[in-house]
């Protein structure tokens, strides 16, 4: 076997492991519940109202959290599209941040903000 040939070997199967371990991070990665803030807000019980009205005020906490925790990182984002307004008969779409649903930011974010505090629960 030629050097050129135990190189181009050698590539196949480095690509090969790596296409492995992506799909295997790919199940774990989609495995895990992700939530909006909103959606955890509703579940502790939050009226709706309450939730667009400091829903975007306690993300801003719970993503303080998050970064703290993280050693900076920022959470994932996703898309959600908004309720129908003036000059956006269909509503548009906005980044907001998801997290995973067990993660202690999420609580300790919402603990932190007056308006959200009430509705989580005690550690």
């Given at each position: 076997m030629s050097a050129a040939a135990h190189r181009r070997a050698r590539r196949r199967t480095a690509a090969a492991v790596l296409r492995r371990r992506r799909t295997e991070n790919r199940t774990h990665r989609d495995a895990t519940q992700r939530v909006k803030v909103?959606?955890?807000?509703?579940?502790?019980?939050?009226?709706?109202?309450?939730?667009?009205?400091?829903?975007?005020?306690?993300?801003?906490?719970?993503?303080?959290?998050y970064r703290a925790a993280h050693h900076g990182h920022q959470p994932r984002k996703t898309r959600k599209r908004t309720d129908p307004c003036k000059g956006h008969p269909n509503g548009f779409w906005v980044k907001v941040n998801i997290y995973r649903a067990d993660d202690p930011a999420l609580i300790a974010g919402?603990?932190?903000?007056?308006?959200?505090?009430e509705y989580v629960p005690a550690a």
């Open positions: 909103s959606d955890f807000l509703t579940a502790q019980g939050m009226p709706q109202e309450d939730v667009d009205r400091y829903g975007s005020w306690a993300g801003r906490h719970i993503a303080s959290e919402a603990r932190r903000y007056n308006r959200t505090a």
